[in-house]
């Protein structure tokens, strides 16, 4: 039972246009969200995170956005660059099991100049 | 400022063999985590140290453990290697103290090939 999904397993935009990628998850005991990013032959990086209190979370060209009714969140690149070509992956946990990490299998972006 | 060292980058073993994989955290980090990702797929959580000892573990069978040493890098074991083990093994390491919203920092990974 995979409680974090991905369910587009890539996606391809044009340089400067908007990349949306998605995530669902079905454990509500999930509070917090987070989004990796993870070039070849490198481990994944942290891009960014959104709490469950939240809906919305913003950094730099890096938008987060979460509807907990829907248990569903996105990522949106605005504008998006070569450079971001990557795998992305979602990943959740919540306070009581800090440690551990639930990720879904990956949406693999590619931007086009 | 190095960040999650691993060791080593590739490994070949053959069915029923032991391996050791080890890690370095990032310097300041007192946590580290293990993950197995198979291809195609995402990190699946195998466990948790800190202050020495196992505090959270996955789904994973007992012939998957490790330590943590007083350094806090730390190793992870594979006993009785089955061909299904072979993945990328990563290692993440964090602060404890900042509960869920502490960031995982990981390593780029082992590369594990069972034969």
């Known amino acids: 039972d995979q409680q974090v999904k991905q369910n587009s397993p890539s996606l391809s935009v044009q340089e400067g246009r908007i990349s949306i990628l998605n995530c669902d998850y079905t454990?509500?005991?999930?509070?917090?969200f987070l989004w990796y990013k993870k070039y070849p032959a490198e481990g994944p990086t942290f891009l960014i995170s959104?709490?469950?209190?939240?809906d919305k979370n913003e950094d730099g060209r890096f938008t987060v956005f979460l509807n907990k009714s829907a248990k569903h969140l996105s990522l949106h690149i605005v504008p998006s660059q070569p450079g971001d070509s990557a795998v992305y992956f979602c990943?959740?946990?919540?306070?009581?099991?800090?440690?551990?990490?639930?990720f879904g299998d990956g949406t693999t972006l590619t931007v086009k100049p | 400022d190095a960040g999650v060292t691993q060791s080593p980058t590739h490994l070949i073993k053959t069915r029923g063999q032991q391996v050791t994989l080890r890690c370095s955290p990032k310097?300041?980090?007192?946590?580290v985590s293990w993950y197995q990702q198979a291809l195609g797929q995402g990190p699946q959580f195998i466990f948790q140290?800190?202050?020495?000892?196992?505090?959270q573990r996955g789904n994973f069978p007992d012939r998957f453990s490790g330590h943590q040493f007083p350094n806090y890098s730390s190793e992870l074991n594979v006993n009785a290697l089955l061909l299904g083990d072979s993945a990328l093994y990563l290692c993440?390491?964090?602060?404890?103290?900042?509960?869920?919203?502490?960031?995982?920092?990981f390593g780029a990974g082992t590369r594990l090939s069972v034969l």
């Open positions: 959104i709490s469950s209190i939240k």
């Open positions: 454990n509500s005991m999930f509070d917090y």
């Open positions: 990943a959740a946990k919540n306070n009581t099991n800090a440690g551990k990490s639930t």
């Open positions: 993440a390491s964090s602060l404890r103290d900042r509960g869920a919203k502490n960031i995982q920092y």
């Open positions: 310097s300041g980090h007192d946590t």
């Open positions: 140290y800190y202050e020495e000892e196992e505090r």
